[in-house]
């Protein structure tokens, strides 16, 4: 226990009662900060029962006020699923507890339990993340833009799909197994997108956004060659390109492109104001698809690293 009566504890499982106080913490800080400092895969990872490879810290502190005597004021996420990579790494304070050194102390117990070799996600790249990334003796290696363009008004020309390909929505447990296995082999060189399980698609198919009338398979000669998987955040007014992806050998024939455009058109249609992606900052190539289709950066996220 620490000098404020700090305690850590690192678990593989959350009962559905922690997981619940988990997520609460996580929205109240998103609230604070502008976006949550857990992604969608983490908070994901925090439901459902224990997950290869992902721990869980909690950080309490002493709390006459609380009913079980103790409060909840901090929570990083360790995922080591990669084969080549560091363990990545998110992590987030209660807005109401900062500057007491609980981001230094969770920080310090993600490198302990990494072994040193971490990689740490900053939503956001906040001047305080980025200060405590320096404190913690990490370098900053990634950059991932969020980008944006209005979708009133939208005026993009007819889709081109290349000889040979249609496209018609996803069918939910029929189309399953074609989807992972074709993600896997667009997304190689991508593991945190290319990694997906049958699990993982099973949870996304269970939240209250997943709708197949948005997912959108290119097929050639009945085999699956591409997708676009578009997402709607209702409460934010934002349609998402959430991930499109072309099947290696499909790739330069303006397939991305096309189905890119399909999906825009969708959530237009779906009376959404504007679209948003993510993407790499170095994927030079991407980004001017994407600035060309009238995007523009409208916020970073940061990753950093160890040296050792």
Same mark, same amino acid.
């Given at each position: ?94 807005? #109401? %507890?900062? $500057?007491?050194?609980?981001? =230094?102390? +969770?920080?310090?117990? @993600?490198?302990?339990?990494?072994? /040193?070799? !971490? &990689?740490?996600? #900053? %939503?956001? $790249?906040?001047?305080?993340? =980025?200060? +405590?990334?320096?404190? @913690?003796?990490?370098?900053?290696? /990634?950059? !991932? &833009? ?21 496209? /018609? ?61 578009t997402k709607v955040h209702a409460d934010e007014g934002l349609g ?69």
């Amino acid at each position: 226990m620490g000098p404020t009566g700090r305690r850590i504890r690192v678990a593989d499982t959350l009962t559905s009662e922690e997981a619940a106080e988990v997520l609460a913490l996580i929205e109240q800080a998103a609230r604070t900060d502008g976006q949550p400092a857990v992604s969608e895969q983490g908070r994901l990872q925090l439901r459902g029962g224990a997950r290869e490879g992902v721990r869980h810290l909690l950080v309490s502190v002493p709390d006459e006020d609380a009913e079980a005597g103790i409060a909840l004021v901090g929570y990083g996420q360790l995922e080591d699923t990669d084969p080549v990579e560091a363990p990545a790494a998110e992590l987030v304070v209660h807005p #109401a %507890h900062r $500057g007491r050194g609980h981001g =230094r102390a +969770l920080g310090g117990e @993600l490198l302990a339990q990494s072994g /040193r070799r !971490l &990689r740490v996600w #900053a %939503h956001g $790249g906040h001047a305080a993340a =980025r200060h +405590l990334a320096q404190t @913690l003796g990490l370098t900053k290696f /990634r950059e !991932l &833009r969020q980008m944006r363009r209005p979708l009133t008004g939208l005026d993009l020309p007819e889709p081109q799909l290349p000889d040979g390909v249609t496209v /018609r929505t996803f069918q939910p447990g029929q189309d399953d197994t074609a989807w992972l296995e074709v993600n896997a082999a667009a997304f190689a060189h991508h593991p945190e997108q290319g990694s997906l399980t049958q699990r993982d698609l099973d949870d996304r198919k269970a939240e209250s956004w997943f709708d197949p009338k948005g997912f959108f398979l290119a097929e050639r000669e009945g085999t699956l060659v591409g997708f676009h998987w578009t997402k709607v955040h209702a409460d934010e007014g934002l349609g998402e390109v959430y991930v499109v992806g072309v099947r290696p050998g499909a790739q330069g024939g303006g397939l991305g492109k096309a189905l890119t455009a399909i999906g825009l058109r969708h959530l237009a249609a779906e009376g959404l104001p504007t679209a948003m992606l993510y993407v790499d900052a170095d994927n030079a190539a991407a980004v001017t698809v994407y600035e060309r289709l009238g995007f523009v950066t409208h916020e970073t996220d940061l990753m950093y690293r160890s040296e050792t």
